[in-house]
């Protein structure tokens, strides 16, 4: 089994027009700015972006959206500072948007990934974002209903992975990425370190099997 | 009136993390809260993007790109400190794991009601982040505001008119001008910034407030 694939090009070369993608990171820690990049030059348009932020400045996620590559953003909070090119489309109406609880969006990804139908969660209940949505009241508890959250793509961002696809991460830098992985039909990990030998199983937060693809992209902006 | 600083107000609210805590500071103001807690408390500090035990920040050279809190400041790590991923992040702040989060807010309600995720303006786009998910998860919220907003309009009120993050999920406000509990009958006041009397407080202030019990 060799999951490695030599170049950031050939990594995103199944991402299509239309395609639906989650991308790892918070902020510009855990972001695979490797593969965004190359999503970038690829030109690929209409495309669903599942990511926590909307980007800041003229890079990464930011680049994708001044490029007018995305359609549609669904995130937790995009109005960093910074996120001029996500807010500048939104203003003009050229990108519709789904905001859903940091906790929420988590959650639906996880689910998706597990195999399960959805999950009731407190987060949100008698508020805008609840609206239209199946509620319960449990032991006197108001719960939301919330519909698992599946993608095309993934891409990720690691510190190490072997020819397995096992990955390990550093720092800040895991935040939603492991769950990503287990919910898109292709995963594919930027990670800034391709091992030659098998990560210690002890170590590896991502196991192989949730990874397609691995791709070395050794800068850690 | 007496007005606190920022700072003044953070060093108020610090007094009462107790030592041991688990505390989920939000993003802005209450984050400058973790430098006034008192030495001798050891308290560990959550953040939503997969740590408990965010440290100082730190020291020139040795920044860390990939080490930052839900700010997006950069952080060191204090001992004791964990790293997680974000379904586990989550699972800690809405399973009821954390002890106390500090929060910042547009609005607050008498009957506990929080709104600090949007506001009206249309142009903006809504931004929720983690908010919604600390306040059905964490037993204590605490608030930390400004007493009244710039042009003078009143943030304490009968009922919030700005989208709610959660229902009925504040404990205690801590304010410029006084600290206020949120009990059944309404806001009742802990105390009051040294030279303020409850009557001024209570003139810029849409809801009652109830003498200290």
Redesign the interface.
């Known amino acids: 089994m060799d999951k490695r694939i030599a170049t950031l090009e050939e990594a995103v070369a199944p991402i299509q027009d239309g395609a639906s993608v989650m991308i790892g990171g918070?902020?510009?820690?855990?972001v695979p700015f490797g593969l965004i990049d190359a999503l970038i030059a690829k030109r690929a348009r209409n495309l669903t972006i599942i990511s926590?932020n909307?980007g800041a400045g003229d890079f990464g996620l930011g680049l994708l959206l001044r490029e007018g590559l995305v359609s549609k953003f669904i995130c937790?909070?995009?109005?960093?500072r910074g996120s001029v090119w996500?807010?500048k489309a939104?203003?003009a109406g050229e990108i519709a948007?789904e905001?859903?609880?940091?906790?929420?969006l988590?959650?639906r990804?996880?689910a998706a990934g597990a195999g399960l139908g959805g999950f009731l969660?407190?987060?949100?209940?008698?508020?805008?974002?609840a609206e239209g949505k199946e509620t319960r009241v449990i032991d006197g508890k108001g719960y939301v209903f919330e519909l698992p959250l599946s993608a095309d793509f993934a891409l990720i961002r690691a510190e190490r992975g072997d020819r397995w696809g096992n990955l390990s991460?550093?720092?800040?830098?895991?935040?939603?990425?492991?769950?990503m992985a287990t919910a898109a039909r292709h995963s594919i990990a930027e990670v800034r370190e391709l091992s030659e030998t098998p990560l210690d199983p002890e170590r590896v937060?991502s196991p192989g099997i949730f990874i397609d693809h691995v791709v070395e992209y050794g800068v850690?902006? | 009136m007496i007005s606190l600083t920022d700072e003044q107000l953070a060093a108020r609210l610090a007094l009462d993390i107790p030592d041991g805590a688990y505390v989920n500071l939000g993003i802005g103001k209450p984050t400058h809260v973790s430098s006034y807690v008192p030495a001798d408390r050891e308290v560990l500090y959550h953040s939503e993007n997969g740590i408990i035990g965010v440290g100082p920040t730190p020291v020139e050279g040795e920044e860390d790109p990939e080490m930052i809190d839900a700010s997006k400041r950069l952080i060191t790590v204090a001992p004791g400190a964990a790293f997680f991923e974000h379904a586990d992040s989550f699972a800690i702040m809405r399973g009821g794991h954390i002890d106390i989060a500090v929060l910042g807010a547009y609005q607050v309600a008498e009957n506990g009601d929080l709104a600090n995720w949007a506001t009206q303006d249309e142009k903006f786009p809504p931004a929720v982040g983690g908010a919604m998910d600390l306040v059905v998860g964490v037993p204590c919220i605490f608030v930390m505001m400004k007493h009244v907003n710039k042009d003078g309009s009143p943030k304490l009120l009968k009922r919030c008119s700005y989208p709610l993050t959660g229902l009925g999920v504040v404990n205690r406000v801590y304010t410029d001008l006084a600290v206020l509990d949120v009990t059944p009958d309404g806001f009742r006041l802990v105390e009051l910034t040294d030279g303020n009397s409850l009557a001024d407080v209570q003139a810029v202030t849409e809801a009652r407030i109830l003498p200290p019990s």
């Open positions: 918070f902020g510009n820690s855990g926590n909307a937790s909070y995009p109005r960093s996500f807010e939104y203003a948007l905001i859903i609880p940091q906790g929420t988590a959650e990804i996880r969660t407190p987060t949100g209940f008698g508020t805008r974002l991460y550093h720092g800040t830098a895991r935040n939603f990425n492991p769950v937060v850690r902006p």
